[in-house]
């Protein structure tokens, strides 16, 4: 789904020397790379603080520890996520409480979350899903109604513009308390392994989360609160800062994919292409298609025997899988996402994609269509 070695080719001078340079320093913890790429996202992104970490599923874990929330307490949260979201929720003895999604956006359905709140409910996580923003106008009004925290799940959405009520215009994971994101490689930002960050303007957090992700130090051998160990390491910074100065252009390169791909499919019946609020920019981490009258596992199996990579995000949502059984999440009744499971699908979109290879994709789509 995503060609990184043509990625890699365009930036090859500029990654080979970075990675070498951090080699021959050998300071490859905690070295000049992540200080400068943390000052260099902080400054993208237009926030405070940038913590870096090992990756976005530590992010979300550790912005959950430094909120103290407590075994038992409740978060609200979409069921149709990818399971990191919510798995940290669970290792930390927190409730997830599964509300249903926008059936156009794929996001956090705004409109259901007041009915979801309890005197147990501590914070909301949105996920900004495939790239597209979640409601956050609504979702902050509603969380401060209520007294609620906010982390925003980034991890699809990095470098998404968002224009709040008041004129604004500021980048997604920066609107709530606490941003999380993830630079598997396959993201809009990735790297070339594993890593992750949270994003807070809030100083107290931002100096819990510090702590936690250092074992809870305050100082060396210092151990003031329970803690984890993840960092971001020196590679691994060298790279996303490289490539942090090409995301505008990589989520260009997204968006003209997914130009073409409406271009070619938002007329075809039976097919429904993303939507794209009005509000936000969506920056297609995914390009993700609904089906109506056709067969999407057929779709699936048949753009496989045509070595045309496609994949279904997500077959299985989190108030389904065997890990919540205890929850009693099953009962949960969620119809926009139990049919999501069922009709989406997405088709290779990424940063070196061609006419040609658009072309063929969309011709072998039409002819299992018209087959069919």
């Known amino acids: 789904m995503v060609d990184l070695i043509s990625q890699y080719e ?21 070295g000049p790379e992540v200080t400068g790429f943390q ?21 979300l874990q550790i912005a959950m ?8 307490d409740e978060i609200i949260t979409p069921s149709f996520t990818y399971i990191a979201t919510t798995e940290v929720m669970a290792l930390l003895g927190l409730t997830p409480i599964f509300v249903d999604v926008d059936p156009n956006t794929f996001c956090i359905d705004p409109s ?49 513009d968002y224009h709040l009520d008041n004129g604004a215009v500021v980048k997604t994971g920066t609107i709530g308390h ?18 992750g960050a949270m994003c807070t303007n809030d100083d107290t957090l931002a100096e819990k989360i510090r702590m936690i992700a250092n074992h809870g130090q305050s100082k060396r051998y210092y151990h003031d609160m329970v803690g984890c160990n993840s960092r971001l390491d020196s590679i691994q910074a060298a790279v996303l800062r ?17 130009d073409y791909y409406d271009g070619i499919l938002g007329s075809i019946k039976g097919v429904s292409i993303p939507f794209r609020a009005h509000d936000s920019k969506h920056v297609f981490h995914q390009y993700t298609i609904k089906l109506e009258g056709i067969n999407r596992n057929g779709l699936n199996e048949y753009l496989a025997s045509k070595e045309i990579p496609s994949m279904i995000y997500y077959p299985v949502p989190a108030h389904r899988q065997k890990m919540f059984a205890h929850f009693g999440s099953d009962a949960t009744n969620l119809p926009v996402t139990d049919e999501l ?13 061609q006419d040609e290879q658009l072309e063929f994709i969309t011709s072998e789509i039409i002819e299992f269509i018209q087959k069919k």
């Open 65 to 72: 520890m430094s909120l103290g929330l407590k075994p038992g």
């Open 242 to 258: 490289i490539k942090l100065r090409q995301l505008d252009n990589y989520i260009d390169a997204r968006r003209n994919v997914a």
């Open 39 to 59: 000052s260099e996202f902080e400054s993208y992104l237009g926030i405070k603080h940038v913590i870096p970490c090992a990756n976005g599923t530590d992010a």
């Open 178 to 195: 606490i941003g999380c994101t993830s630079f598997f490689p396959s993201k809009n930002l990735g790297c070339y392994g594993d890593g």
């Open 341 to 353: 499971t069922s009709i989406v699908i997405s088709l290779p979109i990424h940063t070196e994609m």
């Open 10 to 30: 365009k930036i090859k001078p500029a990654i080979d020397e970075a990675i070498f340079s951090v080699i021959e320093n050998a300071q490859f913890i905690n």
């Open 112 to 160: 259901k979350i007041e009915a979801a709140i309890t005197k147990n409910t501590k914070a909301i996580v949105p996920v900004h899903l495939y790239g597209q923003a979640a409601d956050m106008n609504k979702i902050m009004a509603i969380a401060e109604k209520h007294k609620l925290f906010v982390i925003e799940d980034n991890a699809q959405a990095i470098g998404s």
